[in-house]
């Protein structure tokens, strides 16, 4: 495979800010959209409960928001284009990583690799629902694409019998933190997109 030959040093892509977020912004986008306007409201109601302040980006904070599918299951993209869409820090120099072996063994394989090569310790969501390979329109990876501040964890829920199995794992590897599943229709759009419209951040300006 082409794409194995580019992955990059994967482990200094990783973003580790949100480990103590503060703050989450969310894209203008978000207002502009009926179908959206919902979902934000019940993002905005959790990070209320918890005490995490949240507001709109300006305009030039927008490409910091989104998270993409990940590339290499779109078009034979590079993996380490959209690195946040497959692996995320949790701390204690651990990665997550979505299920990537579901859907190819030889590149979960490999970039697992690549972070254990720096150094990382990765665990890697699983579901029993997987029998054999995963067709690529699959969606069950973008569990991986939850807000996380130093509080609680928003993981997006979809409605299908992976649900339960990702809230429950996600919970493991937070048991510090409250984790919320929030449904997360239409932010999972026909052409298997998932955009988060969401960075989360640490205010030093808070400090």
Request: charged share 25%.
């Amino acid at each position: 495979m082409k794409h194995l030959e580019t992955i990059k040093q994967a482990a200094e892509k990783i973003k580790t800010e949100h480990i103590n977020a503060d703050k989450v912004y969310f894209a203008n986008e978000v207002l502009n959209d009926n179908s959206v306007l919902p979902i934000y409201s019940k993002l905005c109601m959790v990070l209320d409960i918890y005490g995490v302040r949240h507001e709109i980006a300006e305009e030039t904070d927008l490409q910091c928001c989104k998270a993409y599918k990940p590339t290499w299951l779109a078009n034979e993209g590079i993996m380490a284009d959209h690195i946040e869409s497959i692996v995320r820090y949790i701390g204690n120099n651990r990665v997550l990583m979505t299920n990537c072996a579901e859907y190819d063994t030889e590149i979960a394989a490999t970039l697992k690799a690549e972070f254990e090569a720096d150094g990382y310790e990765v665990v890697e969501l699983s579901y029993s629902s997987c029998n054999g390979k995963r067709n690529p329109k699959d969606m069950s990876w973008a569990y991986i694409n939850y807000i996380q501040t130093s509080k609680v964890v928003i993981v997006p829920m979809q409605r299908i019998e992976e649900d339960k199995e990702a809230l429950e794992q996600i919970k493991t590897y937070f048991p510090d933190l409250a984790v919320v599943g929030v449904y997360a229709q239409p932010f999972f759009s026909d052409e298997g997109e998932f955009v988060c419209y969401s960075k989360s951040i640490q205010d030093k300006s808070m400090s």
